[in-house]
C-alpha cells in the first residue's frame, strides 16, 4: 500500500498502516510508495516485535507508461531498488522521478527483486503490451506477477478478461 509520503495519493501514516495490519491478522504488509522507501523505516519500527512482517517496496511510473511495483526479495533487493530510486531522481527535477524499462531492466536483478506489473484497461489495448510483458517474463521469469485493478468503472470484466489473456499468452 501507500502511505502518507506518497503525497496526494496516500493517507495514513506508516505507523497506522502497520498497527491496522497487526490488529487485522496480516501475515505481512507492503509499504510501496511511489519512487520512495520513505515510509518504509517507521512501518519497519512500528512492526518490529509483532508477527507482521514487512514487504519493502516502492511503485514506480515508468516514461513508456507502465506502472511497476517493486518488492525487494532481500538485503540486495533492497540496495539495488534504492540505487534505482536515487536514479530516477537525479534523472528529473526535484520532487519528480523519471525511469525508463531500460532502467529497470538493466537495474533491477531478477533474484532479488520481484516485479507486479499493473497495466490499466487503456494499457491492455495498446499495441506493444504483449512486447513489455514477454520481456517481463523472460528477464524476471518466477518472480514478475500480472496485477489487476478494478475499479467498478464499468471496464472491470473486460480488463479481467484482457489481462487473463495476456497472462496466458
Same mark, same amino acid.
Not at 503525497?7 to 510508495?33: C, H
Not at 518504509?40 to 511497476?68: D, K, M, N, Q
Not at 531522481?89 to 525508463?100: C, D
Given at each position: ?11 495514513? #501514516? ?28 517507521? &512501518?519497519?519500527? &512500528? ?72 497495466? @490499466?484497461?487503456?494499457?491492455? #489495448? #495498446?499495441?506493444?503490451?504483449? @512486447?513489455? &510483458? ?12 500480472? &496485477? ?12 479481467? #478478461? ?8
Amino acid at each position: 500500500c501507500l502511505s502518507s509520503f506518497s503525497f496526494l495519493r496516500g493517507a495514513s #501514516q506508516p505507523q497506522e498502516l502497520a498497527a491496522r495490519a497487526v490488529e487485522l491478522g496480516y501475515a505481512a504488509l507492503a509499504i510501496t510508495d511511489e519512487c520512495s522507501m520513505a515510509g518504509v523505516v517507521r &512501518a519497519h519500527t &512500528a512492526l518490529r516485535g509483532t508477527p507482521t512482517r514487512l514487504i519493502v517496496g516502492s511503485e514506480l511510473r515508468l516514461s513508456e507508461g507502465p506502472l511497476l511495483v517493486a518488492l525487494a526479495n532481500d538485503r540486495s533487493g533492497y540496495g539495488s531498488l534504492c540505487r534505482l530510486i536515487t536514479r530516477a531522481r537525479r534523472q528529473a527535477p526535484k520532487g519528480e522521478y523519471r525511469l525508463s524499462s531500460a532502467d529497470i531492466f538493466e537495474r533491477l536483478e531478477p533474484s532479488h527483486v520481484s516485479l507486479l506489473w499493473a497495466p @490499466t484497461w487503456s494499457e491492455l #489495448q #495498446q499495441e506493444g503490451s504483449d @512486447t513489455f &510483458a514477454t520481456r517481463l517474463q523472460n528477464q524476471y521469469a518466477g518472480s514478475v506477477w500480472l &496485477a489487476v485493478e478494478l475499479l467498478r468503472d464499468g471496464t472491470e470484466r473486460r480488463h479481467l #478478461q484482457a489481462a487473463t489473456a495476456l497472462s496466458a499468452r
